[in-house]
Structures are given as structure tokens and as C-alpha cells.
């Protein structure tokens, strides 16, 4: 194993190098974080959730640094926002046949 402060090699069972006494690590690099992928990142969850609803509630879920309760928060907002759409819709389309009943009254 080479030193990783002076880049002197180190022999079998040395617990410091000889040189810089700088104490051998019993572990290994640091790990690498590797950056996210483009669909998780906050602008593409944000409009996949505008545009597609609950369809997009999978990539939420599969967000590998979000904690379990903003994906928990996320998800009941949606699913609420969801069926308030619902119910509007479908208030407007009763709203759109009681105004077209009238118009064919008129006519």
C-alpha cells in the first residue's frame, strides 16, 4: 500500500508510515457520489408532477436522496390535488349540460 500523504510504499502489517508517520487507513478511498440522473433531478420531478399527476408519483418514489416523508407529503398532495381536479371537472361538465339544456329549451 502506497502512503497517501507522502506516496511512500508501505510494507505488510505497517501500521504508519516511516516517513511522514502518517497513521495507515484500515479503509479504502473515500466513496464516490455519483450525481444524480437528469429525471431525478428537481425541476424534471416538479414538471413530470404539473403535467402528469399521479403517473409521475413512481419517480418520486424511486428518488434514491429523498426522505421517506417529503415522497410520503408529496404523495398525499398529489393524490388530494388529484381529486379536487376530479370534482371540478366534473362539476363543469354539469355545470356545461344544465347551459346546454337551456340553450335547446330556447331553441
Known amino acids: 500500500m502506497i502512503c497517501p500523504r507522502c506516496n511512500q510504499e508501505l510494507g505488510e502489517g505497517v501500521t504508519e508510515c516511516q516517513v511522514c508517520q502518517q497513521a495507515r487507513s484500515s479503509q479504502g478511498p473515500p466513496p464516490v457520489v455519483l450525481p444524480l440522473p437528469w429525471?431525478?433531478?428537481s425541476s424534471m420531478l416538479w414538471f413530470a408532477i404539473l403535467s402528469a399527476g399521479p403517473l409521475a408519483l413512481p419517480l418520486i418514489w424511486w428518488h434514491p436522496?429523498?426522505?421517506?416523508f417529503l415522497k410520503l407529503v408529496i404523495t398525499i398532495l398529489t393524490v388530494v390535488f388529484t381529486?379536487?381536479?376530479v370534482l371540478a371537472i366534473i362539476w363543469m361538465c354539469g355545470a356545461i349540460m344544465d347551459q346546454w339544456r337551456q340553450i335547446r329549451y330556447m331553441l
Open 83 to 85: 381529486w379536487l381536479a
Open 65 to 68: 436522496r429523498m426522505s421517506w
Open 39 to 41: 429525471y431525478f433531478e
